[in-house]
């Protein structure tokens, strides 16, 4: 190929990849042309989070059963994939070439190469490390059958690199300023909202959600993720953000679900909705969000002992009798008599400064 003919096709690559920046439907033709450019002939991009998991991996130019057979060989466990290690002590915008990171010997004892890269004619790669943060580590990378990258493959990998880590970070940018944009509609409103990425991890949190991700609050965070404190509030928000995460990877896309938590102030509503997803993203893109009232729906105990002096046992009471539950319920379900239950309504009643239940009701839930 002529020099002019080659500046031509490198051009074409800046181009697509600089298309991919606006346009996420833009990546395929884009690492294609760009593993082509550098001699291979399969273009990959995938990301990883700090604990080693996939977030996401783009592979074209390759049967498409790769990836599923790729989970089987232990692709993405360090001590099965050399070319994993590589990806994790690379020098960030420095190609990477197995055939150099990897010993003949290391590579004849790891079954990938003989048993799954070599049958995909992808046993030859060169990578490069775009973008490193404590919670994400995305990487493009080149792939061919047959010989190793000659040292002008890699030149021009070097040189493209720029362009495809622009890309990246453009699509990075743009998920972070959609996070925002949801923050911004929260907190004019003043309501408690909590943004969940595609792998169901708190990627950002209004200021009143922030507020009630506190010791006796109704969340608390787990390894980067949202809990409810109280059990059933937890089972509900899991099961609802599950089914959410489901939908976005792919499912039928669920109607908003409602969780009620819990604490000492009160009961509080949330809202789980499905976000509609973009054709690929690296790690903010929110997927999920939990949206709740600004207030509790009714007076919890804390509340209810510095309005009124209730004591906790009467707080209690007052709190099931306003979801409706009878004198004989509540006995049974705190495992007291119906006498002690309505000598402690009488208390309340007094307390509270009504005289018959709707009235308590209504003063409960803030009327």
């Not at 004619?121 to 490390?129: D, L, Y």
């Not at 990378?141 to 030149?155: N, Q, T, V």
């Not at 009143?208 to 787990?222: H, W």
């Amino acid at each position: 190929m002529s020099g002019r003919a080659r500046e031509s096709e490198l051009q074409s690559v800046r181009l697509l990849l600089l298309d991919a920046a606006q346009d996420p439907a833009a990546w395929p033709a884009a690492l294609l042309a760009f593993a082509g450019a550098c001699g291979g002939h399969v273009g990959q991009m995938i990301a990883r989070d700090g604990a080693d998991r996939l977030i996401f991996q783009l592979v074209f130019g390759i049967d498409p059963t790769f990836s599923a057979e790729a989970d089987d060989f232990g692709f993405g466990d360090l001590g099965r994939n050399p070319r994993l290690r590589i990806g994790r002590r690379a020098a960030l915008m420095v190609p990477v070439a197995d055939q150099v990171a990897v010993d003949p010997e290391t590579r004849s004892r790891a079954p990938i190469y003989a048993e799954l890269y070599e049958p995909y004619e992808i046993g030859f790669n060169a990578q490069v490390v775009l973008h490193r943060e404590p919670d994400l580590l995305v990487r493009a990378s080149i792939s061919r059958s047959k010989g190793p990258f000659a040292s002008e493959d890699l030149e021009t990998l070097e040189a493209l690199s720029p362009y495809v880590q622009a890309a990246a970070r453009q699509q990075l940018l743009a998920e972070r300023r959609a996070v925002e944009g949801l923050l911004a509609a929260a907190e004019a409103a003043g309501l408690p909202l909590f943004v969940l990425n595609r792998i169901g991890r708190l990627v950002a949190a209004s200021a009143a959600g922030q507020k009630l991700i506190t010791l006796n609050g109704p969340f608390r965070t787990d390894v980067g993720r949202l809990r409810a404190t109280g059990a059933a509030g937890a089972r509900q928000l899991e099961a609802a953000v599950s089914a959410g995460l489901e939908a976005w990877a792919g499912g039928p896309f669920p109607a908003p679900k409602q969780v009620v938590v819990e604490d000492e102030r009160g009961r509080w509503a949330f809202k789980v909705t499905t976000l509609a997803p973009r054709a690929f993203s690296l790690l903010s893109e929110p997927a999920v969000i939990v949206m709740g009232d600004a207030e509790p729906l009714r007076m919890g105990h804390l509340a209810l002992h510095g309005v009124y002096g209730l004591g906790r046992a009467e707080a209690e009471v007052a709190q099931l009798l306003a979801t409706g539950a009878s004198p004989s319920e509540i006995a049974g379900e705190r495992g007291v008599s119906i006498e002690t239950v309505r000598s402690q309504i009488k208390s309340i009643f007094r307390k509270v400064g009504v005289h018959r239940l709707p009235e308590l009701v209504v003063r409960l839930n803030g009327g």
